[in-house]
C-alpha cells in the first residue's frame, strides 16, 4: 500500500504538534487512528501509539512521546494546542 509522503510545511505541523523536550528537531503530532507522525527535518516516520515503526525513512521514535501524543485530549488543550518553539541554544 502507497501512502503520501507527509506534507513538508508549517500548514502540516499545526494544531496537535509538540517538539521533543530532548531532540528539538523532532516534531510528534498525532493522525488518524491514534498513529503519530514524527518529522526530523526532511525524514519522517508514522509509529504507532507504542512507538513501533509503521513507514518512513526515520526509523525511530520515543515510545513515551508517541503515547503521550497519541491519547485523546480535547481539542484546544493547553499543551496541544501550538508547536512549542524552543530555541536549540540553551
Do not use: Q
Request: glycine share 6%; proline share 8%; net charge negative.
Amino acid at each position: 500500500m502507497a501512502v503520501e509522503r507527509p506534507a513538508e510545511n508549517a500548514e502540516r505541523a499545526a494544531d496537535g504538534t509538540i517538539r521533543h523536550p530532548l531532540n528539538h528537531a523532532a516534531l510528534y503530532s498525532r493522525e488518524e487512528d491514534s498513529m503519530v507522525l514524527v518529522t526530523m527535518g526532511r525524514r519522517w516516520g508514522r509509529f504507532r501509539p507504542n512507538g513501533a515503526w509503521i513507514e518512513g525513512p526515520l526509523f525511530e521514535a520515543d515510545p513515551e512521546m508517541c503515547l503521550w501524543v497519541s491519547s485523546p485530549r480535547p481539542k484546544d488543550h493547553h499543551r496541544l494546542s501550538r508547536i512549542l518553539e524552543i530555541s536549540a541554544e540553551r
